[in-house]
């Protein structure tokens, strides 16, 4: 199964960008990488994914490195409601159980 | 268009009783997958299933637990006579299709084993 390796957490000031890592590389051709985040006490919610291209959208960018074997999950202005767990993981057409490791914490402060 | 449903979002039981999950995918996903989350802990896989059929239950342990999706209705995930390290956070995904495409979370449901 691909494997995804992120920071167990990371901090950051309200406002200011935060930059979320993501190593994947044993990522083939046809995966995808997905980002997901999980809010205290809630489901994991969907953020954002992509195949190659950096991706943009409401609630984030996703800048993914030429080589396809890491990435960059960017919130450009973190707020407290920000604060969450957040997961990358390759869906792929070779394996189709979406695994979930153990993700980033990230803390906002005010 | 209503999210994924799981019912009930808190569950009671005691050591021996059945723990009954259920999950409703968003509509015209066939779909499903069930995970499982300790305190603090990432998502456990447990069991992936198509409408009527299961496709991969690896992460099942393998007795007392079992899962369905039948033609109607929603996703089931049983636990029969429950021990205290069932507790956990139940969550069901769904999505259109297979591969590369999104999930789709319910908010779980909490089952605490007295």
């Known amino acids: 199964d691909a494997k995804t390796t992120q920071p167990n957490s990371m901090e950051s000031n309200e406002e200011e960008p935060v930059h979320l890592p993501c190593n994947h590389s044993t990522i083939s051709g046809t995966d995808y990488i997905h980002w997901y985040r999980q809010l205290p006490s809630q489901g994991p919610e969907y953020v954002i994914h992509?195949?190659?291209s950096n991706v943009n959208n409401r609630m984030a960018s996703l800048a993914i490195a030429e080589d396809r074997k890491s990435s960059t999950l960017i919130l450009h202005r973190a707020t407290l409601r920000d604060a969450a767990v957040y997961y990358c993981i390759l869906r792929t057409g070779g394996s189709y159980i979406p695994t979930f490791g153990r993700g980033t914490s990230l803390i906002v402060h005010p | 268009n209503a999210g994924v449903m799981q019912n009930p979002r808190h569950l009671v039981r005691r050591r021996g009783q059945e723990a009954r999950l259920r999950c409703s995918p968003m509509k015209g996903h066939s779909h499903v997958y069930w995970y499982r989350q300790l305190p603090e802990e990432g998502l456990k896989f447990m069991v992936y299933?198509?409408?009527?059929?299961?496709?991969?239950e690896s992460g099942m342990p393998k007795e007392r637990f079992s899962a369905e999706f039948p033609k109607e209705g929603p996703s089931i995930l049983r636990i029969q006579q429950v021990v205290r390290g069932d507790s956990a956070a139940y969550f069901c995904?769904?999505?259109?299709?297979?591969?590369?495409?999104?999930?789709?979370f319910g908010s779980g449901t909490q089952l605490s084993v007295l």
């Open positions: 992509g195949l190659t």
């Open positions: 299933l198509q409408k009527e059929n299961i496709i991969d």
């Open positions: 995904a769904s999505s259109p299709g297979a591969t590369e495409e999104k999930l789709f």
